[in-house]
């Protein structure tokens, strides 16, 4: 393979600049995971450690083997909301008994682990990454059933959470759920839908209805234990299949559970047991993306960093060189690379894109799409050329492409640019994004300015003047608007990413990821749908 050359001048005013901005999106990123990290606040947290009970990042940590990692996902959901920052759960992947596995483990100190807006999106995703990417699912158990006062956004699509548990037995991906506490109303079916439960004596309860409201619907006075308590549980109704003494036994019984099953991979291995190192320094990365997301990047500089011996074999390097496309290895595995070179898409990278991506599929190789793009030109010229149709071509190829996708927003991902380099509606396997990240319909400016012509013109039709002042104002609204809700904490808040990572960490990510989604089958299409040439 190629091995890449580097331009980058650590020493250079330009690259520090970059780097004293990116170094401020982490501290704001690690603020955000500070608050997610801090729970329910030192009061809750001091009164659950006290009740003799373990935090959720506790629980997970030894429920992995030893030394194990541990890729948190949604860290800061619910960021900018009316929610905790966090989502009142903590979701991942990580290592047990040798076997990949999808976690779930409920806050207990963020009102008593109840279920919001945001930690129902949370646990959907992850049940979605542990169906797509045929990995087993562990259930941490503690929480209160819905926040009655979001009940509104979360009844009836949290009924899909118990569906997607079935879904994954029905397809032969094991879960397993350990119960710490309280699992009342719909929280009782994660364990009752569970392929192996496991219950902790005298703290478990299980039950669709606690004791009053089995009071205010049947008149029947019952206490907990005899309602839903651990042993009844193991003993008569049989929900139970294992009696945990503690919460270390039970996380104990959990990995046992793990042991057991016998799982394999299904995605062949990595071509390179023990790959080499990228030969350039990823603390480089924090200088490499500008303060203007205007400017655009050599993503090349990105691949140097993050790509196994920095090789790279690129494909069509002087055809549509707005989009570097190439084949590389990372962490062993191979991977095809589609990155913005250049802001803006135009035919020839649109029908370049197409073909590598077919390609791809017929190799069988996942696809790695480095997102830093302002979307496709727009113009008479490019209309008439046909950015329409090139650009659904390209966009057609990713949508049929079945290989494994991994998408990382290193910049700007505006318009159509984010569909056709695999956005989220696009489902990517795994999604991340770096701090200093934008993603909206286009950028402020110009949306600012598009509505600016726009409402100059309907006054002209009416034969109104136009107000100046106004207009400026109503510009700079719309603008500080869309500067703040494209941002990545905004909108990895909202669950349209995967996590905000530290560009530093990219290639441990990546990697992550693809070792996760060789856990099924990787096979590419040959059906793509009717192409515009």
Not at 268 to 285: G, I, M, Q
Request: proline fraction near 6%.
């Amino acid at each position: 393979m190629s091995v890449l050359r580097t331009a980058v001048d650590p020493a250079g005013p330009a690259y520090q600049e970059n780097r004293a901005a990116m170094l401020a999106r982490l501290a704001d990123l690690e603020t955000a995971l500070d608050a997610a990290r801090g729970g329910g606040g030192e009061k809750y947290v001091a009164r659950h450690h006290a009740r003799g009970k373990l935090l959720p990042r506790e629980r997970i940590e030894l429920l992995l083997d030893r030394d194990a990692p541990f890729l948190e996902l949604s860290p800061v959901a619910g960021w900018g909301t009316d929610f905790p920052t966090g989502a009142s759960v903590v979701t991942g992947i990580g290592v047990v008994e040798g076997v990949e596995c999808v976690i779930v483990a409920n806050d207990p100190t963020v009102r008593g682990g109840a279920v919001n807006p945001y930690s129902l999106k949370k646990t959907q995703r992850a049940g979605e990454i542990a169906y797509s990417n045929r990995m087993p699912m562990i259930n941490l158990v503690e929480s209160g059933g819905a926040d009655l006062a979001s009940q509104s956004e979360i009844f009836i699509p949290g009924g899909r959470v118990f569906r997607d548990l079935t879904r994954l037995s029905a397809a032969g991906i094991p879960t397993v759920s350990v119960v710490f506490g309280t699992a009342t109303a719909g929280g009782a079916y994660v364990p009752g839908m569970s392929d192996y439960t496991i219950m902790v004596r005298d703290r478990a309860k299980v039950f669709l209805a606690g004791p009053p409201l089995v009071k205010m619907a049947t008149g029947e006075d019952a206490d907990d234990e005899s309602l839903g308590g651990a042993a009844m549980h193991a003993g008569t109704s049989g929900l139970a299949d294992f009696l945990a003494a503690d919460e270390r036994d039970g996380l104990r019984l959990a990995r046992q559970c793990v042991r057991r099953l016998n799982w394999h991979k299904h995605g062949p291995p990595p071509r390179t047991a023990l790959p080499t190192a990228p030969k350039y320094d990823p603390e480089e990365l924090l200088g490499i993306p500008g303060t203007d997301l205007r400017v655009p990047f050599d993503p090349r500089e990105v691949l140097a960093r993050i790509l196994d011996g920095s090789e790279f074999d690129e494909f069509k390097p002087g055809y549509g060189t707005a989009l570097v496309t190439g084949w590389a290895e990372l962490h062993g595995y191979p991977v095809g690379v589609l990155a913005n070179a250049r802001g803006v898409l135009f035919s020839e990278e649109a029908q370049k894109a197409a073909q590598f991506i077919q390609l791809a599929n017929n190799a069988g190789t996942p696809l790695l799409f480095l997102q830093n793009t302002t979307g496709y030109m727009v113009g008479t010229d490019y209309e008439q050329r046909g950015i329409i149709k090139h650009g659904a071509l390209m966009i057609n190829a990713v949508s049929n492409s079945t290989v494994p996708h991994l998408t990382v927003n290193l910049g700007a991902s505006y318009g159509a640019g984010n569909y056709g380099m695999c956005g989220r509606a696009y489902d990517p396997r795994f999604l991340f994004t770096w701090p200093n990240a934008k993603s909206a319909v286009m950028g402020p400016a110009q949306l600012a300015g598009v509505l600016s012509i726009v409402a100059r013109q309907a006054a002209e039709a009416k034969g109104r003047p136009y107000d100046a002042d106004s207009d400026t104002a109503m510009r700079m609204m719309v603008e500080q608007q869309v500067e703040s809700e494209s941002g990545a904490l905004f909108l990895s808040g909202r669950l349209f990413d995967d996590g905000v990572i530290d560009p530093r960490d990219t290639r441990t990510v990546l990697g992550l990821c693809l070792s996760a989604v060789h856990n099924a089958p990787v096979a590419g299409t040959a059906g793509f749908g009717v192409f515009r040439m």
